[in-house]
């Protein structure tokens, strides 16, 4: 309809005897209400907006025609922007999604007697066909309101700790300024994401590392793809020459690495062959430890914070009483927020290490007996030989009724002195422990509760109807890692 009517209008739009001003008002009295007609309740797709855009452009340029060059004379079509700029009007597609959040509103003020309202909120029932599911017109007007900056509040879990975890470590690890929840492209986020991203090949490779180690090295297995590894170690060496070129010092784990590096410089010396080469340290050792600490940093800080959120979003009793605690302890110290004072937030520990409990970021660990054991249990006594690999199932101790009654409830007071004393020791590991914990454990709890403090003393947590009941995990993912969306609501709090 839409090209009939350009075509209707375009000897007028092409004559030389109307001015351009008359030829725009001719264009948006006529033409552009036919594009527009019952716009509000259209479902697009990113192709349906680009031919509409081309169809815009098209007829902008008939009207303006062509520009010739000041300097060297030649005529040429003007830029989409100077054609938008011209018409003074905003773009087409910008247009349509502003009458469609006009009419989302008006829907949404209805009463729950009103058709329209009862389908904006309605949920179909069955299952639907199979295939990549269509774009709804719920899912523009979600998408038009995240263009925008607002979407009532509502934030998926996951995403939001991963954008947070992504710029944590990206800083603490490489010393790069890295701002994930406005550039969501970057090259960094990128291989970020592909390196933890679940796939059955990676589970296989896992699987084959853990059970038959030197199968998966014969089969030249690898659980770190080789472009992620050497998209690492590149930003680890420029961060370094950098530092070292321009005589830059920072606090954190970077440059812990390279005065490590400086102490022992004789030592690294290639042309020193006194020194075997497991007592040096090198570039590669720095890249390597760097990405070590990314690894053990990223991905459990993430799924950590996520589900406490969740956790927190769906036990709101327990929610109250944490902001009571953080009220005090922060009013206490004088409105400041350092480690020592998360430190003196007893409960909120004792709800970060309940929510570990539940879903502790990995689900078992695997050790190397070092030397004999004999082990005594009710079944009977069991040697262990030295070197025989062993797999601590950290889900089941942590789900275990004889250690956590009610496994399945969420209850902090577990954690409490009195009932944590009476528990044997290594019944809860959610880091390990002994010299071979989790070199990122103290980074993750830190990060964990300052992130909680600073949200709970602006925010309530709560559900929403798209938050899940239950969680389910990614069954090819090494490090525990939900099926669902978390979505969540956070509510501004009124502070008198």
């Not at 340029?61 to 062509?66: M, V």
């Not at 550039?183 to 084959?208: D, H, L």
């Not at 006194?274 to 890249?287: C, G, I, N, R």
Request: charged share 25%; glycine share 4%.
């Amino acid at each position: 309809m839409a090209n009939a009517c350009y075509y209707s209008d375009e000897n007028l739009l092409s004559s030389s005897l109307l001015s351009k001003n008359l030829k725009v008002r001719i264009y948006k009295t006529v033409t552009l209400p036919v594009v527009l007609y019952g716009c509000e309740t259209r479902t697009l797709t990113l192709r349906e907006e680009q031919r509409i855009r081309v169809f815009e452009n098209k007829v902008l340029r008939k009207i303006f025609g062509a520009k010739r060059d000041e300097v060297t004379g030649e005529w040429r079509k003007l830029h989409n922007t100077k054609l938008h700029a011209l018409c003074s009007s905003p773009d087409i597609i910008r247009n349509i999604k502003s009458r469609r959040l006009r009419w989302a509103g008006h829907v949404a003020r209805m009463g729950e007697s009103r058709n329209a309202y009862r389908v904006l909120v309605g949920r179909l029932e069955g299952k639907r066909p199979l295939g990549r599911p269509r774009r709804r017109w719920e899912d523009n007007i979600k998408m038009d309101l995240r263009a925008v900056g607002y979407d009532g509040g509502l934030r998926e879990a996951t995403e939001l700790a991963k954008n947070l975890s992504e710029d944590s470590v990206a800083t603490c690890a490489y010393g790069m300024r890295h701002n994930s929840f406005q550039n969501s492209r970057s090259e960094f986020r990128v291989y970020c994401r592909n390196f933890f991203q679940p796939t059955i090949r990676k589970g296989i490779a896992q699987s084959f590392l853990f059970i038959a180690p030197r199968l998966s090295n014969f089969f030249g297995l690898r659980i770190i793809p080789s472009k992620v590894a050497d998209f690492f170690r590149q930003k680890t060496k420029e961060s370094m020459a950098y530092r070292q070129q321009n005589n830059i010092r920072r606090n954190d784990y970077l440059q812990y690495l390279l005065q490590v590096k400086k102490s022992i410089a004789a030592e690294n010396d290639l042309n020193n062959t006194a020194t075997p080469w497991y007592k040096k340290f090198t570039d590669e050792d720095v890249a390597a430890h760097a990405l070590t600490f990314f690894t053990e940093g990223y991905e459990t800080c993430a799924v950590s914070l996520s589900m406490l959120l969740y956790y927190l979003a769906c036990n709101r009793d327990v929610q109250i009483k944490l902001i009571q605690e953080v009220d005090f302890i922060i009013k206490k110290h004088n409105y400041r927020l350092n480690l020592d004072v998360i430190e003196d937030m007893q409960y909120l520990d004792m709800v970060v290490k309940e929510s570990l409990r539940m879903n502790a970021p990995v689900p078992f660990i695997t050790r190397l007996c070092t030397k004999r054991f004999e082990l005594h249990t009710n079944g009977g006594d069991l040697t262990i030989q030295k070197g025989t690999p062993m797999v601590i199932p950290v889900l089941a101790l942590h789900n275990d009724p004889k250690f956590f009654p009610h496994p399945k409830t969420f209850d902090p007071e577990r954690f409490n002195k009195s009932s944590a004393a009476q528990r044997p020791r290594c019944t809860y590991l959610p880091f390990g422990a002994g010299p071979r914990t989790c070199l990122g454990s103290r980074y993750a709890l830190a990060l964990i509760k300052c992130c909680m403090v600073l949200v709970l003393l602006q925010y309530y947590i709560k559900k929403c109807r798209y938050t899940p009941r239950t969680t389910t995990a990614v069954p090819t993912s090494f490090i525990y890692t939900p099926k669902e969306k978390l979505w969540i609501e956070f509510v501004k709090r009124d502070k008198k």
